[in-house]
């Protein structure tokens, strides 16, 4: 599924939309963290609800930028 995914919207796609230096800061740093954290502590349950949100969030970010850029209508 994953690889269907990165098909489709290959990864660098979502970093492309992103303009604001602070949305990268919470998206690529802030999120991961969360998620790394969840895994150091074996918190299977604090590890999927993080990586949950950070998918959709950079969801939330991409159909932002496509319905901006008139390309998802």
Avoid: C
């Avoid at 800061?25 to 969840?38: D, G, K, M, S």
């Avoid at 959709?56 to 390309?71: K, M, N, Q, S």
């Amino acid at each position: 599924m994953i690889a269907d995914l990165q098909k489709r919207f290959p990864k660098d796609y979502v970093w492309k939309t992103i303009e604001s230096a602070e949305l990268i800061e919470e998206i690529n740093v802030t999120e991961h963290r969360r998620i790394l954290q969840a895994l150091q502590l074996k918190d299977a349950d604090a590890a999927r609800t993080a990586m949950t949100e950070h998918v959709r969030h950079a969801g939330r970010v991409l159909l932002h930028h496509l319905h901006e850029t008139g390309a998802a209508t």
